[in-house]
């Protein structure tokens, strides 16, 4: 067993987390995904769709993607199915798409494969598995199983730094809500990092719901139609609503408070009161504080360096203004940046 590695509270609170990389902008994020629907409601259509886009760097349903390499495991077609497939989308081969008719199952084989192409293909940044049951070789279904089984393939999308998606089927019953009705125990929708469930609303004028949560994503739903002439779903209406840059504006809040003093050696409520005056809104401290951590590079970019320290007991900011700063968009150190500790 390898050895567990125990974080403080300090050091989670103050490690600059690499900004959340979306497959999907604000649907599908990185990690274990699962796209659920009934028989031919147009499940494989949407995640070829996906995948080339993805491939060409484009948009799904109106949203932008992360280009990158694309591998679909699809493992309930012939070749000639695939074909037609593609050639009902595209004119034309798309770069980065690769496809598998096989694979092994979870736990034996399907992860190996995955990590395999991977090192084979760096910039790889989807990988879909249509259908989940096709590589699932335990055929009892309890909460502790699927939670299992999925986990692997979770472990692996997080290990890589991908999107897995995986295709399933929901239950022919009815539920309140259309996340329950993905087939099996709870422990699938548990374990995925986000769900996406595709139900008819009027088949005959192919009109569709899309509901949409995850971890990294808020819930949504999204009305949705077939086009038969383009073999692709698009987007009729959209119910998330578009979120305020608190980001910005306290980072912005910030590099002109620094500019004023050039040095700040205070808590982090003092900073907290000078930005609220600035904004003309009123951030708690642990807001302030989450987004200073998590722009950490931004600032320093701006000219803002920045450290905690412990004075007398108490939590400070110690905080410096360079101006000109030379640390380039490249991220690279200039000769004269100095902490705020060398400062002090």
Not at 110 to 137: A, G
Not at 151 to 177: C, E, F, M
Request: glycine share 6%; net charge negative; proline share 3%.
């Amino acid at each position: 067993m390898d050895k567990i590695e125990f974080l403080s509270c300090e050091t989670v609170m103050t490690t600059e987390i690499p900004e959340v990389k979306y497959c999907v902008d604000t649907l599908i994020g990185p990690g274990l995904y699962i796209i659920a629907g009934e028989p031919k409601i147009g499940k494989s259509k949407l995640a070829l769709d996906l995948c080339l886009n993805v491939a060409a760097g484009g948009t799904v349903l109106g949203l932008q993607t992360a280009k990158g390499c694309v591998l679909y495991y699809d493992l309930e077609d012939p070749l000639y199915r695939v074909q037609n497939r593609l050639f009902e989308q595209i004119a034309d081969p798309v770069d980065n798409v690769y496809f598998s008719l096989s694979a092994g199952y979870i736990g034996n084989g399907l992860e190996e494969s995955i990590e395999q192409f991977y090192q084979e293909h760096k910039d790889l940044r989807l990988v879909v598995i249509d259908t989940l049951q096709k590589v699932r070789e335990n055929e009892e279904s309890s909460y502790g199983t699927d939670y299992k089984e999925l986990s692997s393939v979770k472990d692996v999308a997080d290990k890589l730094g991908i999107t897995i998606i995986v295709i399933h089927h929901t239950r022919k019953q009815r539920d309140t809500s259309p996340f329950k009705t993905i087939a099996g125990t709870t422990g699938l929708r548990g374990v995925a990092d986000g769900n996406i469930v595709l139900v008819w609303t009027n088949e005959d004028q192919q009109l569709a719901m899309l509901y949409a949560e995850g971890r990294d994503v808020p819930r949504r739903k999204m009305e949705i139609q077939f086009d038969i002439a383009t073999q692709r779903w698009k987007l009729i209406a959209d119910d998330l609503k578009e979120p305020e840059k608190f980001d910005d504006e306290v980072v912005t809040a910030i590099v002109s408070v620094m500019k004023e003093l050039n040095t700040f050696n205070e808590s982090a409520t003092v900073l907290t009161e000078r930005v609220n005056k600035i904004t003309k809104k009123d951030y708690a401290p642990k807001v302030v504080s989450r987004i200073m951590t998590q722009n950490k590079t931004r600032l320093e970019k701006l000219g803002v360096l920045f450290e905690r320290r412990h004075s007398n007991g108490k939590r400070k900011l110690s905080i410096i203004y360079v101006e000109n700063n030379s640390k380039g968009d490249d991220g690279a150190d200039g000769d004269d940046i100095i902490s705020p500790a060398q400062e002090q």
